[in-house]
Nanobody, 118 residues
Framework: QVQLVESGGGLVQAGDSLRLSCAAS????????VAWFRQAPGKEREFVAV???????YYTDSAKGRFTISRDNAKNTLYLQMNNLKPEDTAVYYC????????????WGQGTQVTVSS
């Protein structure tokens, strides 16, 4: 299995940028699809972006054009560059990993808080 630890969250103003990191340990990071999810207060957790082992990426509509997901397999690290942040981006951000042959993300980090003030 793989262990995930997020970092990089914080309090920023609308229009600012943040880069989240997710450090992985355990099994070979490059063998997993890895993704970012977020959960705002009082809302369900939602998908943000995914980096497949193929190298392809996919984003939810609200992240397209503002967020960039990337992975450094040599460093076992996943990133989420977030630009032009909006108050509605306020949430706890989680990274997750799954074996590509499955549909469910089985491995989750503890989350990092992102707060965007207006």
């Amino acid at each position: 299995q793989v262990q995930l630890v997020e970092s990089g969250g914080g309090l920023v103003q609308a229009g600012d940028s943040l880069r989240l990191s997710c450090a992985a340990s355990g099994r070979t990071f490059s063998r997993y699809d890895v993704a970012w999810f977020r959960q705002a207060p009082g809302k369900e957790r939602e998908f943000v972006a995914v980096s497949w082992i193929s190298g392809s990426t996919y984003y939810t509509d609200s992240a397209k054009g503002r967020f960039t997901i990337s992975r450094d397999n040599a460093k076992n690290t996943l990133y989420l560059q977030m630009n032009n942040l909006k108050p509605e981006d306020t949430a706890v951000y989680y990274c997750a990993a799954r074996v590509p042959t499955t549909t469910q993300y089985d491995y989750w980090g503890q989350g990092t808080q992102v707060t965007v003030s207006s």
